[in-house]
């Protein structure tokens, strides 16, 4: 089901924001993006009642709250969680044990930052083509 919702983008760093920005606006997407540099700031978003996102993309490796950090703060939350928002890491960081503690934190994908522009393309767009196809709860 293609979702009308936001896109929640959320990374400190904001070249990597404009550019996850573009790609899906090339891929055809006209859904609202919201971009987030600071995982707290994002949290307060999704605890607003009104804000329903399609999909949370997520780096890692955030300063302050991590991303880890805030996906446990998204399921401790009985509002948001019951959202059932998809939480994607799209990350630098590649280490099997940070994946096996990513996963434990109930996500629901891990994806490695390419170097090259098509190669984040076609990431992404494997991302939103599952996704869009996948059944989640609607707003409600």
């Keep these: ?12 760093d904001t070249d990597d924001l404009e550019m996850i920005r573009d790609i899906l606006k090339e891929l055809g ?4 993006i919201v971009c987030f ?3 707290s700031a994002a ?9 329903w996102p399609f999909i949370i993309i997520c780096e890692l490796n955030m300063p302050l709250v991590s991303g880890t950090e805030l996906r446990a703060m998204i399921l401790a939350d009985p509002v948001i969680n019951l959202k059932s ?7 630098t960081i590649k280490s099997n044990d940070t994946v ?8 629901q994908g891990y994806f490695r930052k390419s170097k090259t522009y098509s190669d984040y393309t076609q990431t992404i767009k494997g991302i ?3 996704w869009t196809t ?3 709860p609607e707003h409600g």
């Design 1 to 12: 089901m293609v979702s009308t919702n936001e896109i929640v983008v959320i990374d400190y």
């Design 29 to 32: 997407y006209n859904n609202k």
């Design 37 to 39: 540099d600071d995982s």
């Design 43 to 51: 949290f307060d978003y999704l605890a607003e009642p009104e804000t």
């Design 85 to 91: 928002i998809p939480f994607i890491f799209f990350t």
């Design 100 to 107: 096996v503690e990513a996963y434990k934190g109930y996500i």
């Design 128 to 130: 939103m083509d599952y």
């Design 134 to 136: 996948s059944l989640t």
